[in-house]
């Protein structure tokens, strides 16, 4: 498994360090119907009458097409609190069965209970944003925590047919 | 087709009144098929929603086929045994399938029906016929044990998951 802590100075006192790793390899589940692929499907009867002869008819023909669309399958940490001036790691098992890659936002239900989190020190970080569109930023809320995968100014979004790990180690600055 | 024959569906299209009191009579039977889209929620109640054409679904979405037989004819129609299919890129779901009167059956090949597939698997011991996994499954067939009256209804339905 690939870890990787992307940390300066300053930010030795933050509240947050994140990081995002892939779990080698795709889970074992068949492929993924391929997006625009057309579901249809066609009944029919078959009987007979008093003389045994036989017939066959059948319905009209029903369609549905496949979405473009990750679906996010995210297993949270157990909750926990920390002690202040101490760090914890929650992890979540995040696993993208959907067929097109996409991003999954952790909410509220990730924070960890006795961890605090300053707006100063919410800087991108390896498999970390915060929501910019998120208006309110109050010490003690780390909501809006969002998992992408890749390297650092490389962020990718999560592949369908992969699991990943995320963990975010949370400090209680006290 | 006999003349016979031939005279009464002309008469059947022209004529229904008098085709009714004719001689020949026979089971006509129509067949519709129409698809949801069923939802669990976590306390186990089910959502069924109804799918229009081209609707769209992702990787995971289950579709809940009804397949609905009536006889508009004027004579039972015997052996009615009504299919559907399980379309490429869906899967499925085992257990599914229900309809009152009548029993299941299942196609790896669209050909052949058991109410148990077997598939052949290669074992030391040579080949072992083994139950067949129902993600296999290619086509469902429900064979209605009773003969259905003329006027009546009857059908059936399944499910499958797309992949």
């Known amino acids: 498994m690939m870890t990787r802590f992307h940390l300066t100075p300053r930010l030795l006192v933050a509240a947050f360090i994140t990081t995002c790793a892939t779990l080698g390899g795709a889970f074992a589940a068949s492929a993924a119907t391929a997006p625009g692929t057309v579901i249809s499907n066609t009944s029919s009867a078959v009987y007979s009458d008093a003389n045994s002869n036989s017939y066959t008819t059948n319905s009209a023909t ?25 760090t914890i790691t929650d992890t979540f098992s995040i696993q993208n069965t959907g067929n097109a890659s996409g991003n999954v936002a952790l909410g509220a239900d990730a924070t960890i209970a006795g961890t605090q989190y300053r707006e100063r020190d919410a800087v991108v970080l390896y498999g970390y944003d915060r929501q910019r569109d998120d208006p309110v930023h109050h010490v003690g809320e780390s909501q809006h925590r969002t998992c992408f995968a890749g390297k650092r100014r490389r962020r990718q979004q999560l592949d369908f047919n992969r699991r990943y790990v995320c963990a975010f180690v949370e400090r209680n600055v006290g | 087709m006999t003349y016979a024959r031939a005279a009464a569906a002309i008469l059947t299209a022209v004529l229904p009144a008098l085709a009714a009191t004719a001689a020949i009579a026979k089971p006509v039977v129509v067949v519709t098929l129409a698809q949801a889209t069923v939802v669990t929620a976590a306390d186990g109640a089910e959502h069924v929603a109804a799918l229009t054409d081209n609707v769209p679904v992702t990787r995971g979405t289950a579709i809940r086929y009804t397949v609905s037989a009536k006889d508009t004819g004027t004579d039972p129609a015997r052996r009615l045994a009504l299919t559907g299919r399980v379309p490429s890129g869906t899967a499925y779901t085992p257990g599914s399938l229900r309809g009152p009167g009548g029993h299941a059956e299942y196609s790896l090949d669209g050909k052949t029906f058991s109410a148990h597939p077997m598939v052949a698997v290669k074992t030391s011991a040579g080949s072992v016929l083994q139950p067949a996994d129902p993600a296999q499954y290619v086509v469902v067939r429900w064979v209605k044990d009773a003969p259905l009256d003329a006027n009546t209804s009857t059908g059936f339905s399944y499910e499958v998951r797309v992949k």
Request: hydrophobic fraction near 40%; charge should be neutral; charged fraction near 0%.
């Open chain 1, 62 to 86: 029903v369609s549905v097409t496949v979405q473009n669309a990750p679906s996010m399958v995210v297993t949270a940490g157990t909750g926990q609190t920390v002690a202040p001036g101490q």
